[in-house]
T-cell receptor
Framework: GDSVTQMEGPVTLSEEAFLTINCTYT??????LFWYVQYPGEGLQLLLK?????DKGSNKGFEATYRKETTSFHLEKGSVQVSDSAVYFC??????????FGQGTELSVKP | DAGVIQSPRHEVTEMGQEVTLRCKPI?????LFWYRQTMMRGLELLIY????????DSGMPEDRFSAKMPNASFSTLKIQPSEPRDSAVYFC??????????????FGPGTRLTVL
């Protein structure tokens, strides 16, 4: 069945460092791909998405490119801030309107 | 837009008591999802509805859990009787599928349940 695998956390970075969080997926067909972010004490909120191969989603300095050949959707940011500390979830769209989520990657950014 | 509304935000109860969690989806959304989040198991989909009809409840852990959606603007998740291992944050999310797999979900703030 469809699945999403994310790199293990927690990831700890210094402010202004480069961020990559790896995400790979297994799916039948051509799903849409999403990154959600969860700040402490809050629900998940959509960070960015891509609906077809080679699409790049971007928001708040974060980017991810839909790579069909490598079944990946890695999240990147050139310079992280303390305020980016959160848990990041990769997800894909599945039949019936469901989303299949990865296990989440906790990011901690130190000043 | 008010977003997805959940109540209560926090619930503390004793083992054996009935717990009812409530959710109001975003107006116009026709899909509603209940999730549970714990440190040990991460984010789990419990059940989801399309047009008020339960589509997949395979994630409901056991018969103590039940969910209803009597109309398009309200859903409940009930645990009866509750047990300490049910302690978690429960999220409700809604979506309005707009096309090929573009099913962005909007999450509520969650209900933090503690069963003593």
């Amino acid at each position: 069945g469809d699945s999403v695998t994310q790199m293990e956390g927690p990831v700890t970075l210094s402010e202004e460092a480069f961020l990559t969080i790896n995400c790979t997926y297994t799916a039948t067909g051509y799903p849409s791909l999403f990154w959600y972010v969860q700040y402490p004490g809050e629900g998940l909120q959509l960070l960015l998405k891509a609906t077809k191969a080679d699409d790049k989603g971007s928001n708040k300095g974060f980017e991810a490119t839909y790579r069909k050949e490598t079944t990946s959707f890695h999240l990147e940011k050139g310079s992280v801030q303390v305020s980016d500390s959160a848990v990041y979830f990769c997800a894909l769209s599945a039949q019936g309107g469901k989303l299949i989520f990865g296990q989440g990657t906790e990011l901690s950014v130190k000043p | 837009d008010a977003g997805v509304i959940q109540s209560p935000r926090h619930e503390v109860t004793e083992m054996g008591q009935e717990v009812t969690l409530r959710c109001k989806p975003i107006s116009g959304h026709n899909s509603l999802f209940w999730y549970r989040q714990t440190m040990m198991r991460g984010l789990e989909l419990l059940i989801y509805f399309n047009n008020n009809v339960p589509i997949d409840d395979s994630g409901m852990p056991e018969d103590r859990f039940s969910a209803k959606m009597p109309n398009a603007s309200f859903s409940t998740l009930k645990i009866q009787p509750s047990e300490p291992r049910d302690s978690a944050v429960y999220f409700c999310a809604s979506s309005s599928p707009t096309g090929r797999g573009n099913n962005e979900q909007f999450f509520g703030p969650g209900t933090r349940l503690t069963v003593l």
